[in-house]
């Protein structure tokens, strides 16, 4: 299969802001039967470099391979391991294949991560390098490091299951969300906050310090959509979002979905894959909001396969016919309790940026079957939004 076809098909692949027709070799390194290759690809306003192998297993073998020795030299640079030498580590399980980085299990209770675009890793590394997570992130054994950019990230498992298993139970059987499990979520979450800032207090700042990322934002999910689209009616709400008060500046988590929150059978949450990248406009309200975010988006992916499955059609023409989001009444009794505390309000913006993000990402990927039912889903949640809060 060549280069461009495996571009072509590959999930996590932008397609619509990188060309697979430009993609060329820039480096490589023979390993054990394996070839990575560093590969450019190029866009009409940006450029990416990606590590690429055969697939996920072979890529994840490979860069075991590296922890095995200090440095690497390649074709044309040199990989460096940050990290104590091992002996060969053995990949046991590819986790995940369709999201931008490869993870897996190695044999031993580690983690392995691979970021496929180079500079993907938004500082996450140095975060858990540095920062005292205690028992609430991921413990590193070490990276790999190439021309400064993270190549992979190998940490000690955090034990746990991702909080959708408890909400799936919930909402299938119809009871109630779990409210003692959501409230330990919250406190978790505060308290990594606190753990982030190291004693410094969260600066107060006008919400317009955010409107340079709102812009951005509309402008480049406006690009992925069609001319004509009635979606541009929703964006030019986005675009004019009331920027009057102000809001609490500090770090966050910066990635949270409903996988990257881990329960244990004791009820303890510890978080995964945080983001490192240090900016000066975010807020931990970022956090809830995404997790507001992720809630509805299950609530409405759930919902809208069963009442699918009633009616005996396919979900992803359910999802494009819908004009309000399902499952959005109990999603919302759910962020309740994760808010508690929190004036409502103070999430809108944040809420909103997340939403964008978010059909930022479907939208590079139009034309993939799940990227094109997600946006389905998403454009609807921010139809039911912008009617409530407008």
């Given at each position: 299969m060549s280069l461009r076809e495996v571009l072509r098909r590959a999930p996590w692949f932008s397609r619509s802001t990188l060309d697979p027709g430009t993609a060329r070799v820039l480096d490589s390194l023979e390993i054990e039967g394996t070839t990575l290759r560093w590969v450019e690809v190029r866009g009409e306003h940006h450029a990416a470099t990606l590590v690429l192998a055969e697939d996920d297993a072979s890529l994840l073998r490979a860069l075991l391979?590296?922890?095995?020795?200090?440095?690497?030299?390649?074709?044309?640079?040199?990989?460096?391991?940050?990290g104590p030498v091992q002996s060969l580590l053995q990949l046991d399980e590819v986790l995940n294949t369709t999201a931008t980085n490869a993870v897996g299990r190695v044999a031993g209770d580690l983690m392995i991560k691979a970021y496929r675009v180079l500079?993907?890793?938004?500082?996450?590394?140095?975060?858990?390098?540095?920062v005292d997570g205690g028992d609430l992130l991921p413990v590193p054994l070490g990276y790999l490091e190439y021309e400064g950019s993270c190549l992979a990230l190998i940490t000690h498992v955090?034990?746990?299951?991702?909080?959708?298993h408890a909400l799936r139970e919930a909402l299938r059987s119809g009871t109630a969300p779990p409210a003692r499990l959501l409230r330990a979520v919250r406190e978790a979450l505060t308290?990594?906050?606190c753990r982030l800032a190291a004693g410094t207090e969260v600066k107060a700042m006008p919400l317009t310090e955010r409107l340079p990322e709102l812009e951005s934002l509309v402008r480049q999910v406006r690009g992925t959509l069609p001319p004509g689209s009635p979606r541009h009616e929703l964006l030019d709400q986005c675009a004019a979002f009331p920027l009057s008060a102000d809001y609490p500046a500090g770090p966050r988590h910066?990635?949270?979905?409903?996988?990257?929150?881990?329960v244990d059978s004791a009820r303890r949450v510890r978080f995964v894959d945080p983001d490192g990248q240090a900016l000066g406009t975010s807020s931990p309200?970022?956090?809830?909001a995404a997790l507001c975010r992720a809630v509805e988006c299950f609530a409405a992916d759930e919902e809208t396969d069963?009442?699918?499955?009633?009616?005996?059609?396919?979900?992803?023409?359910?999802?494009r016919s819908q004009e309000s989001a399902l499952g959005a009444e109990w999603a919302a009794e759910v962020t309740r309790e994760l808010t508690s505390g929190t004036e409502l309000n103070a999430v809108a913006l944040p809420y909103v940026l997340r939403t964008l993000h978010e059909l930022r990402y479907h939208g590079e990927r139009a034309g993939d079957p799940d990227a094109d039912y997600y946006a389905d889903l998403t454009w609807a949640s921010l139809a039911d939004f912008l009617k409530g809060f407008l």
């Open positions: 391979m590296l922890t095995t020795r200090e440095f690497w030299p390649t074709k044309s640079s040199v990989v460096r391991w940050r500079g993907d890793d938004r500082g996450e590394p140095v975060l858990l390098s540095t955090v034990q746990g299951v991702p909080l959708d308290a990594l906050h910066g990635d949270l979905h409903l996988g990257h929150v881990l309200l970022d956090d809830f069963r009442a699918a499955r009633a009616l005996g059609v396919d979900k992803v023409d359910l999802a």
